[in-house]
């Protein structure tokens, strides 16, 4: 089991028999998802600031990297919408190279993170936070593609939302109802056609009507080709990017943003294809997959890659059932980039914003952030957060904001669960039942629920608070999974500090996994093992044992 932790599932597919029956079917779904995955391409890169070809370049290069390493059967990967914030923000302050960097170095993170094992780690991010951040590029993507939308003559437009939106409102006047038909035509196709067929997308019937349309009525409206000129028909030739320490140390946390959002979105996506097909995925097999894609994707001059939920659906409802149908896919997108380069240059840029909004508005998880807002206050403070970081500051800043918040809030949950009291015959505690026969001169103090960080300052409030001089303290732990090194100070100066005023302590109901905490501290050495005990009837007796072996009770009963 072990080995197969990191064992491809194209191995497994063949150790376990391939027919050509599903050759057939993985041919035939790999088609269909490279025809999906061509203009989504090159859309993605565009609004992403790089070139069209570079879209391309990513969805062959990594898509077929990632198949063919996958812990899935079915990934698909290649650019997605999630991606376009990040790598639009990277391109605007470090250019292109600064990208390349960036994903070269978030490619070793991720491989790294796998073989680490951390696979399984990675899903404990907050789900407040992943709707948060994901309906934040949603709206930001929308936003991106207003100026192509409306067909806005527009030299330059802002990076940031609010100015960005300001700059729209006054090229207003300029607006192109042709390029605003062609926009609303293809979201309608996209919308409609799966009423007609679903072997057909509809992406791909809206860019051959609309540019038709474009090229025979002559329509004036910009293309690929009059914003970017001709698209090169080539893979170019590896080049490793310049790396120095200053570039990495300034581009690590865009780095560390690039990993954690491919291993969530392919990790996610892996998830959702295990629910379509009652299958399991490799999860540190499928960081690794990413990660080596994102290294070598930089190589050819791509843009940072991951698994892509939508065309690995697709991939799945055509048929798609192993890594074969992903690689096939990626060499249809490769196929079509060196012999129909000069045909996609001719496709209005307002019909690929047409399926942009349509990926933004898939992306919005508008249903999600909804309920989310019915959540406790804490989660929607989070989601709130997350989400307006991600559009009005930055992608990287939402993640390591919204998580640390996340963060606190689950230690403040945690810390309210756990309680430490007196257990007191005079407030009339029903768990004194438990306990027969407590003479005085010994006070019981439980602790209930995990002790650590949040929660020693409830330790130390509740035993200021107490007034008595006993003879013998017993402390139940029975209720306490585990403690951490700042509950073990704080139980170290408490028996000091009973020590110092000749009182004994006693341990009760310590569990395996908290012993061995406490004896690598010094407590147990402290108070003695014999002073440890499974429960509190036994630790009373050793309570009454030590109080009556006391000089002072021998001299009383003398």
Not at 307 to 316: E, F, H, K, P, Q
């Amino acid at each position: 089991m072990r080995m197969k932790t990191f064992e491809p599932k194209i191995i497994t597919v063949f150790r376990e028999g391939y027919s050509f029956h599903q050759l057939c079917n993985d041919i035939l779904a790999g088609i269909v998802v490279g025809i999906v995955a061509l203009p989504l391409s090159i859309a993605l890169a565009i609004a992403s600031g790089v070139k069209p070809e570079q879209g391309l370049i990513t969805a062959f290069v990594a898509g077929f990297l990632i198949s063919l390493l996958s812990g899935s059967r079915v990934q698909i990967g290649g650019p997605t919408g999630a991606f376009i914030v990040i790598v639009f923000g990277i391109v605007q302050q470090h250019g292109y190279e600064g990208l390349a960097v960036a994903t070269f170095m978030a490619g070793i993170l991720l491989v790294l993170m796998g073989a680490l094992r951390l696979g399984d780690v990675i899903k404990y991010i907050p789900y407040p936070v992943t709707v948060g951040f994901t309906s934040g590029i949603a709206l930001v993507i929308f936003a991106t593609q207003i100026r192509d939308f409306l067909g806005l003559s527009m030299s330059n437009v802002p990076s940031h939302f609010i100015d960005k939106w300001f700059a729209y409102f006054q090229s207003m006047p300029s607006i192109n109802f042709w390029a605003l038909g062609l926009s609303i035509f293809t979201i309608c196709v996209i919308y409609f056609w799966p009423r007609v067929t679903k072997r057909i997308p509809g992406t791909m019937i809206a860019i051959i009507v609309t540019t038709i349309l474009v090229q025979w009525l002559q329509l004036p409206v910009e293309t690929i080709f009059t914003r970017f000129g001709h698209m090169p028909h080539h893979i170019p030739f590896p080049r490793l990017p310049h790396l120095d320490l200053a570039t990495m140390a300034k581009l690590g946390s865009c780095a560390l943003t690039i990993a954690l959002l491919a291993g969530i979105e392919s990790l996610l996506s892996a998830v959702v294809a295990d629910g379509m097909l009652g299958t399991r995925h490799r999860s540190n097999m499928e960081l690794i997959s990413q990660g080596v894609a994102n290294i070598i994707s930089p190589l050819f001059g791509g843009i940072p890659a991951t698994g892509a939920i939508a065309r690995t659906a697709t991939n799945i409802k055509n048929g798609g059932r192993t890594p074969i149908a992903g690689m096939v896919h990626a060499l249809v997108i490769l196929i079509l980039f060196l012999f129909c380069a000069k045909w996609a240059g001719l496709i209005p840029l307002a019909t690929l914003s047409g399926i942009l909004i349509v990926v933004a508005y898939n992306m919005s998880e508008w249903r999600h952030f909804r309920s989310l807002l019915k959540s406790s206050r804490g989660d929607i403070l989070v989601l709130l957060l997350t989400f307006f970081l991600t559009v009005l500051v930055d992608l990287t800043v939402a993640i390591e904001v919204g998580v640390v918040l996340a963060a606190f809030l689950f230690m403040h949950r945690m810390a309210e669960m756990t309680n430490v009291h007196l257990v007191d015959d005079a407030a009339g505690d029903d768990r004194l039942r438990e306990y027969t026969g407590v003479p005085e001169g010994i006070e019981i103090f439980e602790i209930n629920g995990p002790f650590f960080f949040g929660a020693a300052d409830k330790f130390r409030d509740a035993i200021a608070s107490f007034k008595k001089n006993p003879k013998v303290i017993i402390l139940r732990m029975s209720a306490v999974p585990t403690v951490d090194a700042t509950a073990v100070s704080a139980l170290v100066r408490f028996v000091e500090s009973c020590q110092r005023g000749k009182i004994l302590v006693v341990f009760a109901g310590v569990s395996k996994r908290v012993f061995k905490i406490l004896h690598k501290s010094d407590v147990v050495s402290r108070i003695g093992m014999e002073n440890i005990l499974a429960d509190v009837p036994l630790a009373l007796a050793r309570s009454i044992e030590i109080i009556e072996s006391s000089p002072a009770t021998a001299t009383a009963k003398s």
